[in-house]
């Protein structure tokens, strides 16, 4: 399928210290700020590589898909004439983004950042590659995983229409439940070598006739770990009235999640939602191991082109792929470290009480991080390291087919 550009941000492929094939980055815009996040992640990506002397390239969706603010007017047709056409709009980009995951799977991509998409289009392609988001917690030292349940539940599945009605039909089925449990396991074992001391599982379990208790009975027996299934209320309260155990694992239907997930950040010192970058992983066996990462803020259309996007999150991810796909040692404890004395300067946007632009928050981040010493092989060429950033101070994302650094495309 030939509908993607690839470039090469950072020194070219086969030099450097560690010469070798590039790793590659896969990159999906949707609209509103879309392109302006994309833009300060590939900013950011490239710098990082140029620093460390690692090549990168970057493979880019050919569709920019639709945020849901970008298919409203249809929705406000007279007589809801626009809303067969939003659900066709919203089943292409599903489908779209799904085969070009696949794709991506298929040729070695490991890690994917995306920009905020319409909900609809992104939990179909959620369910069918079977997501899990992760977020790692510490609640005032007791240490959580949390795991969201993408794959199946009331945020999943699909509508029928007749006039006046919209009937949603959602599955839940033992063989992802078994899966999601299996995968929160393994991941909290690597999390911690001790592995975790409970699963705490917020669904709301009382409408499924019993078969959620069922099946996690039977995995909890048949895997020796205690797995505790409560209605999200429940699951509340106790995080409010008492600490939770350390190495908890909070395995949650999305429904609940999904408004919880900026609760937990703010309650248990990670951080405003606007600042955060998660991840999703697929368990589907043809994607297994692609990773996605994405900003937890929204498409925030009413920010577009005003220059103004708090670009912090994606400063986060941009550093989180380059330190673990890019082989860019160090590069989130540098992104940190530059944050702070951003911070400390008062170098803001006007969302989080300062005065200064995307640009200008940016542009003051890499100044910071560039004071920071990495060290450079001999053989390393200068030249070209000389040529990727300079091309890359300029770089924005393009339209599909159009270099994203000119003169660095592979």
């Known amino acids: 399928m030939n509908d993607m550009s690839e470039q090469t941000p950072g020194p070219p492929a086969g030099t450097g210290p560690l010469a070798g094939p590039a790793p590659t980055v896969g990159l999906a815009v949707g609209r509103g700020t879309g392109e302006e996040v ?54 292409e980009d599903a489908a779209h983004y799904e085969e070009w995951l696949r794709a991506r799977a298929a040729a070695g991509t490991r890690v994917v950042f ?68 299996a995968y929160a396991l393994r991941r909290a074992r690597e999390e911690w070598p001790e592995g975790p001391a409970r699963i705490v599982m917020a669904y709301k379990f009382h409408l499924l006739d019993g078969a959620l208790d069922a099946w996690v009975r039977d995995f909890a027996a048949r895997e020796g770990i205690e797995v505790g299934v409560f209605q999200p209320d429940t ?21 609940w999640a999904d408004i919880m997930h900026l609760v937990l950040l703010d309650r248990y010192g990670s951080g405003r939602q606007e600042d955060h970058c998660t991840r999703n992983v697929h368990l589907d066996p043809d994607v297994a191991g692609l990773v996605e990462y994405q900003t937890v803020h929204g498409s925030a259309d009413d920010l577009e082109g005003r220059d103004l996007l708090n670009p912090v999150a994606t400063l986060r991810a941009a550093a989180a792929i380059a330190e673990r796909y890019v082989g860019c040692t160090g590069a989130e404890a540098a992104t940190e470290a530059a944050l702070a004395r951003l911070g400390e300067a008062g170098i803001r946007t006007p969302d989080q009480g300062g005065k200064h632009s995307t640009t200008g928050v940016v542009d003051a981040f890499l100044e910071e991080l560039g004071a920071a010493h990495v060290p450079v092989a001999p053989e390393s ?7 990727a950033t300079a091309s890359l101070a300029q770089a924005v994302v393009p339209a599909p087919g159009q270099d994203l650094a000119p003169g660095l495309a592979r």
């Not at 199946?152 to 009937?167: A, E, I």
């Open 114 to 181: 995306r920009t905020a998409i319409n909900a609809q289009s992104l939990y179909l392609v959620r369910q069918r590659l079977r997501a899990v988001k992760v977020d790692t917690l510490d609640a005032d030292g007791a240490r959580m995983l949390l795991v969201r349940d993408e794959a199946q539940g009331f945020y999943t599945g699909g509508n029928t229409h007749t006039p006046g009605h919209v009937s949603r039909t959602t599955e839940f089925s033992r063989e992802i439940t078994e899966q999601l449990l």
């Open 381 to 387: 060429p200068a030249s070209g390291v000389a040529l």
């Open 235 to 255: 699951v509340n309260r106790n995080l409010v009235a008492h600490r939770p155990e350390d190495r908890t694992v909070l395995l949650a239907g999305n429904e």
């Open 38 to 91: 994309a833009a300060v992640f590939t900013r950011v990506l490239g710098h990082l590589a140029t620093r460390h002397e690692r090549p990168v390239t970057l493979v880019r969706s050919p569709r920019v898909y639709h945020s849901y603010v970008s298919l409203r007017p249809l929705a406000i047709e007279p007589g809801g004439a626009g809303v067969p056409e939003i659900r066709r709009l919203s089943a």
